[in-house]
């Protein structure tokens, strides 16, 4: 007998994260890149908020939309999340396997981070909402398996930004802030080294207190 795969359309409903009665409670949504800063985020952060994140590689816009509901349903009282911090865009404006077009068109990601705008709002009430930009890609220009370019990440930036400003949603300009690192802040084509996530999830712990 074939296995019978059951999709949950609310996601699951599994009480992970516990909310504080006495502090901020802050939920991180985000690719590798959050992955690599969001523990110095929780560190810079401990007495002053509870910092909550998915061991999941957030990847791209489309992936969030159909994720968020799951990621919601761990926490304990959704209601007393306080601040959700997001990003998405280099699985969004990536080349993959070197296809002529980048996995989400520029339309396409404009409305899905309106999406995950209004799902956020729709799932986490009381919370405020960040938008961090897309980081750059090393300076080295070297070109990996699945490519993106830096003049890519700008536009997409750009439009989610557009999108943020009329929502009314803060911008954490990551880009802005480490568009200048030189080569040795990589340890490849786009993630960073130890120290320089460590700056930047600085550099976020402070956007976020």
Known sequence: MSE????????????????????????????????????????????????????????????????????????????????????????????????PESLTSEDEYARNIGKIIFLIRKLFPNAKIIFATTTPMNPNGKVATNPRYNHEIIRYNELACDVCRREGVEINDLFAATRDWGEECFKDYCHLTKEAFETVGKIVAEKLC
Not at 42 to 52: I, N, R, S, T
């Open 4 to 99: 019978v795969i059951k999709y949950v359309e609310d996601g699951a409903a599994s009480a992970e994260f516990i909310c504080s009665d006495t502090l901020p409670n802050i939920f991180l949504i985000g690719d590798s890149i959050r992955k690599g800063y969001c523990k110095t985020v929780k560190d810079e952060l401990k007495g002053k908020a509870e910092v909550f994140y998915v061991d999941d590689n957030c990847r791209s816009t489309q992936y969030v939309i159909f994720s968020i509901r799951k990621w919601a349903n761990m926490f304990s009282d959704r209601s007393k999340v306080n601040l959700v911090h997001f990003n998405c865009g280099h699985w969004d404006t990536a080349h993959f396997s070197g296809t």
